[in-house]
């Protein structure tokens, strides 16, 4: 493989190399458009996908459902054709061959296990196909089982297999392939709330073990959160943004992203700006606070109309000035009446609506607080906000403008 970027060409023998900062790009999905025909009218599943993975990186597509995500990781495994672009594995222009012929393997949703089969005999089918030999599948097998925790089942059939187990031999048949990239369709999805949670790290711990190129499907974003090295926020069948989770979640490239990605999801209110000397006025919806005045130098690059902006603010954000040292700066607090206290272990969420509107219910949002914080339904609380951790949308495009 060549060291240097000039010797990349078009061409697909060649068309992956080492990044700048010398990583291998394992797979590329190259302006990848793909159109669906519904009844003679063309519908656009995923537009214009580019995106280049690396070795070993585990990323996750998420976003709502009819977003584009499950038709990516199906093109990319072969099972649907892409309308435009190109599917890159490794250095091997893949997009016309069949499934059979790419070196992914991949787990469905349902688990696709052969009822007839034992997990032995599940696991073992990806090189029965290929005729390897038996002894070679045998330990393979074994190894793979006791990779996996599931080495005491492998003569049980799936009825026999509780739902993660069933996961487990998914796994183990992908796993036993040992594929240039591995596709997961939603596979945590049909296991309940606390077996879900033990799966991702399960799969986090495989991933480190295994050091396979990861795509993964879900549109729960505790998983993508949790499980990824960067993020692919979908929508509409476009990119919404591409980072880690971290970066994902503190810094939203836009008011889809902002209000998709969190839980609780972030606060929204319609706002002006008034910029001063001093810093940047934003008059929301009963309240007002200031930003610094660096805000003010982001808004004069932007140039828009600052008389309509979209304030957001995450739960997080706010605090009970009553529990903050010293007095609380008025230029970044405000009261509220609580309308609901939520206890959530070491922290509490409050529905609460701004003081001055307290009567109109379209006012409420939530503050995460300190468990320590007294207050009940119906008192008057006084809320800070850590004006570093606010954005500003721009009404008509979408886009965070401090970002």
Known sequence: MSDTAESETTTAESVVEETADGRDVSLRIEHMTKVFDDDGEDVVAVDDFDLEIYDGEFIVLVGPSGCGKTTTLRTVAGL???????????????????????????VFQNYALYPHKTVRGNIAFPLEIRKYPSDVIEE??????????????????????????????????????????????????NLDAKLRIQMRTELNKLHDRVGKTSLYVTHDQAEAMTLSDRVVVMNDGEIQQVDSPEVVYEHPANRFVAGFIGEPPMNFFDASVDVREDGVRVTAEGFEITLPASVGDRLAEWGGDTSRLELGIRPEAFADAALVDGDPDPDRSFDARVMVVEPMGPHKDLAVRPLAREDDERSEFTARVSNDTDAAVGDTIRLTVEVDEVHLFDTRTGENLLV
Do not use: K
Request: net charge negative; proline share 6%.
């Open 140 to 189: 393979r097998v074994v190894e793979t089982a006791e990779m996996l925790g599931i080495g005491e089942l492998l003569d049980r059939h799936p009825s026999d297999l509780s739902g993660g187990q069933q996961q487990r031999v998914a796994l183990g048949r992908a796993i036993i392939r040992d594929p240039e990239l591995f596709l997961f369709d939603e596979p945590l999805s």
């Open 80 to 106: 649907e054709e892409p309308t435009e672009g190109r599917i890159i594995v490794r250095d091997e222009d893949v997009s016309g061959q069949d499934p059979r012929e790419r070196d992914v393997a991949m």
